[in-house]
C-alpha cells in the first residue's frame, strides 16, 4: 500500500523561460514560454503564500533566467515575510549593479550559480555568448560580498566532463560552500541534442573518482554533490524524491507539475494555478496522483526491496525510451531494455563526429522557432577551444 499524503516541503518556480544563454543541455521544454505568457507578480506572491500554508519549507527561484524579472526582489521580499528559504538559481550574466545586494536585503538566502565550464572558452562556447565566463565570476564575488552562501553548478557533458579537477579549485576559489557536479539528464533540450552531449563510460568512471577524492580531501571545508548520469546506472534515482512526493514545480505560465518534463507524458493533463487553488492541485489532481506512492508500479517494480528507496525511478524517462510511462525506468538494471540505454549512449558517442569543431552539432536553445544545429561561438584566436 501507498504511504499517507504528506504536505510538500519544496517547491521549483520557474518564474521564465527567458535566458541570455543558450545551453543545449536545458531542462527547460523544446517549447519555451514567451514574456506574454508569465504570471505577474500578485499571482507569484498569490500561489506563494498558498504554498507556505501547505507547508513548503523551501522555494528554488529558477527559470530561465530569473533575475530577468523586474519583480524578483518583491517575490523574494513575499517568500521571505512568510519565513520560506529561498534560493536563487541564476546564470549569474547580465544581472545589474546593486541587484545582488538589493536580492540579499529582500531576504533571500542562497545563490546558486551555474558554470558551463571550468575554463572561459567552454563556458562561452556551450552558452554560446561571448564573455560569459568573466560576468558569472563577477556575480560570485558579489554574491560573497553580500554575505549570500554561495553553490556553484556546474553540468557535465562531454565537452566538460576533462574540467571537473578545474570546477573544484573553481568552487574553492570563489569561497563556494558547496559545489554540484551534476551530469547532465536528458530531457528538454538536452534530450534533443544528446548525440553531442554523451560522454562515454571510461570518462564517467574517471570522473567519480576525481570527486571521491576531492570528497575526502575538502571533506569540512566544501561540500560536493555528485548527481550520476542515468545512462551508465545500475539502479534508477527518485525522480524529485518520487512523483509528487515532497515536491513540485511550477512553469512560467502557472501550470503546476510533478517534474520538469511530466508534460512529455501525452495521458496526463496538468492544471494552471488560479483555475485551481495549489492546496487542491497537489491534493487531488489525477496527474499528480497517476504516479504516486506505489500502488501504480508493474512488476518487477511492486515486489522489488527498492521501490521506496528510488519510487520507480523516472517517469518521463520510462515514456521516452520504453514508450511507456508506467513501465521500469531503463535506468534499472532490472528493467528489461536496460541494455538499450547504454546502446543509446554509445550510438551517441559513434555518430558524434569528434574532429568536428566542439559544440558544433548543438542544437542551442532558444525562444521562436524550430530547434536546429548551428556553430557555436567562434573561438578567439589568441585561445583554442577545449577538445
Not at 517547491?11 to 519555451?32: D, G, I, W
Not at 505577474?40 to 530577468?68: K, R
Not at 548520469?229 to 512526493?245: E, I, V
Not at 521500469?328 to 536496460?338: F, G, L, M, R
Request: glycine letters at 8%; aromatic letters at 6%; proline letters at 7%.
Amino acid at each position: 500500500m501507498s504511504a499517507p499524503l504528506l504536505p510538500p516541503i519544496g517547491m521549483l518556480a520557474e518564474l521564465t523561460h527567458r535566458c541570455p544563454l543558450q545551453c543545449p543541455y536545458c531542462s527547460n521544454p523544446v517549447e519555451l514560454l514567451k514574456a506574454n505568457r508569465e504570471m505577474d507578480t500578485a499571482t507569484w506572491l498569490d500561489l506563494f503564500n498558498q504554498a507556505a500554508d501547505l507547508g513548503v519549507l523551501q522555494v528554488h527561484l529558477s527559470g530561465g533566467e530569473p533575475t530577468l524579472r523586474r519583480d524578483l526582489e518583491q517575490l523574494i521580499a513575499g517568500l521571505s515575510a512568510r519565513g520560506v528559504y529561498t534560493n536563487l538559481i541564476t546564470a549569474g550574466v547580465g544581472i545589474a549593479d546593486g541587484r545582488i545586494e538589493a536580492f540579499a536585503a529582500a531576504g533571500l538566502d542562497h545563490v546558486q550559480l551555474s558554470f558551463q565550464g571550468a575554463r572561459p572558452e567552454t563556458t562561452e562556447m556551450v552558452g554560446n555568448q561571448r564573455g560569459s565566463h568573466d560576468k558569472k565570476l563577477e556575480t560570485a564575488r558579489r554574491a560573497r560580498a553580500a554575505g549570500l552562501p554561495l553553490t556553484i553548478n556546474a553540468p557535465i557533458h562531454r565537452h566538460n566532463i576533462d574540467e571537473v579537477p578545474e570546477f573544484i579549485e573553481l568552487a574553492l576559489s570563489l569561497g563556494a560552500e558547496r559545489l554540484e557536479i551534476a551530469n547532465v539528464q536528458y530531457s528538454g533540450w538536452a534530450l534533443a541534442n544528446r548525440d553531442a552531449l554523451m560522454p562515454d563510460r571510461a570518462s564517467i568512471e574517471r570522473q567519480a573518482e576525481i570527486v571521491e577524492a576531492a570528497r575526502t580531501r575538502l571533506a569540512g571545508i566544501m561540500n560536493i554533490d555528485f548527481v550520476t548520469p542515468d545512462y551508465y546506472a545500475t539502479y534508477p534515482k527518485p525522480c524529485m524524491g518520487g512523483w509528487a512526493r515532497d515536491a513540485f514545480m511550477v512553469a512560467p505560465d502557472g501550470t503546476v507539475l510533478p517534474c520538469h518534463a511530466a508534460q512529455t507524458i501525452p495521458s496526463l493533463s496538468f492544471e494552471r494555478f488560479g483555475e485551481r487553488s495549489l492546496a487542491g492541485i497537489w491534493i487531488s489532481s489525477p496527474a499528480f496522483n497517476a504516479f504516486r506512492g506505489t500502488d501504480w508500479m508493474q512488476e518487477p517494480c511492486r515486489s522489488c526491496e527498492r521501490r521506496e528507496i528510488d519510487w520507480g525511478g523516472c517517469r518521463c524517462q520510462a515514456m521516452a525510451i520504453a514508450g511507456d510511462a508506467a513501465a521500469t525506468d531503463p535506468a534499472c538494471v532490472k528493467s528489461p531494455i536496460h541494455a538499450r540505454m547504454e546502446a543509446l549512449a554509445r550510438a551517441g558517442i559513434v555518430a558524434a563526429d569528434r574532429s568536428a569543431v566542439p559544440g558544433s552539432g548543438f542544437i542551442y536553445r532558444r525562444i521562436g522557432g524550430a530547434p536546429q544545429a548551428e556553430n557555436p561561438v567562434p573561438s578567439r584566436p589568441d585561445r583554442a577551444l577545449a577538445g
